[in-house]
């Protein structure tokens, strides 16, 4: 999951509650969440955190450390390896929390049909399929009929597993921004009301493409439909945007204030799972992961 391109927009004037000077976590300086907005901990996976491991863990590997450092779950990349992922979680007591899955509205087929053969292994464990969608220009909305068309035949194998499918915003692709989540959930539920596709905020791919001023709008737009957040250490969306930024950093690093945004998530309710990116984060992944894990506790105030 690379950045592909940037968007270039002026700097804006920063909240002082929204950004800060680069904090180190140490215990006695951490951002917490207020005390009055602390809430029962959201359940909290890890994803991507086999990509750039150096150790090159196996599956199996993988999920004892995340166990062994506190993690409620794991995310899985694409199909290949799920069952094993999946058995392997179980010894572990971990839970899938999510598969992630391409959808490429150029192809035919635009999308992977082994999924049918691939998703039952999923079957009781309340986990979600996170769609990534390319193919056409971000955000061209005349691409949504062909999409929910396509969305509807993936929430139909999906069902059959009892697994629910949430839009995954991802820079550069066609359903880039949140935004396009909404837009394309909302059709879907509309036509089928029964079926309840979800949206997910990925805050990293948000700061790519969006403004610090715009945070709580966007949660606000998405709280109908809001089924997953995933969160890391970022910079500013304009440091990011004016290429002076790292979107992808352990949790306890970078400008960007990660309390004001699980506050913004206690302030709309929010009561699903939260996810720690940590794709392109090189080096030995149980040294980051014991940082962000560190972070998320602080954060917690647990």
């Not at 899955?101 to 399929?129: E, I, M, T, W």
């Not at 089924?227 to 500013?236: E, H, L, Y």
């Amino acid at each position: 999951m690379t950045l592909s391109k940037i968007f270039f927009i002026p700097i804006i004037l920063l909240s002082a509650c929204l950004f800060l000077p680069e904090i180190l976590f140490a215990d006695d300086s951490v951002q917490k969440i207020p005390k009055e907005t602390l809430q029962k901990t959201l359940p909290f996976f890890a994803l991507c955190m086999d990509v750039h491991d150096d150790k090159r863990r196996t599956i199996e590997q993988q999920n004892e450390m995340l166990r062994e450092l506190g993690f409620d779950g794991v995310a899985h990349l694409w199909l290949k390896g799920l069952p094993e992922r999946v058995d392997s979680a179980k010894k572990y007591s971990l839970k899938i929390t999510q598969v992630y899955f391409r959808v490429d509205l150029s192809a035919n087929p635009p999308f992977d049909q082994d999924l049918s053969h691939v998703l039952p292994c999923l079957k009781g464990q309340g986990s979600q399929l996170a769609l990534l969608i390319y193919g056409g220009k971000p955000s061209d909305t005349l691409r949504d009929e062909k999409t929910v068309e396509i969305i509807t035949q993936i929430n139909r194998i999906a069902e059959q597993s009892e697994v629910q499918v949430v839009l995954y915003p991802h820079v550069g692709a066609w359903l880039e921004k949140v935004s396009d989540a909404v837009r394309i959930a909302k059709k879907c539920n509309e036509q089928y009301p029964d079926r309840k596709i979800g949206v997910m905020f990925n805050l990293c791919h948000w700061a790519a493409v969006d403004k610090s001023e715009n945070l709580e709008q966007v949660l606000t737009l998405a709280k109908p439909y809001l089924a997953s957040v995933t969160i890391n250490g970022t910079d500013s969306p304009e440091e990011i945007q004016f290429q002076k930024g790292n979107w992808l950093q352990p949790l306890d690093s970078g400008s960007f204030n990660i309390a004001t945004l699980l506050g913004l998530l206690k302030k709309i309710d929010y009561q699903g799972p939260v996810g720690l990116q940590c794709y392109g984060i090189g080096g030995d992944a149980k040294e980051h992961l014991t940082r962000s894990m560190k972070a998320w506790r602080l954060l917690n105030d647990l």
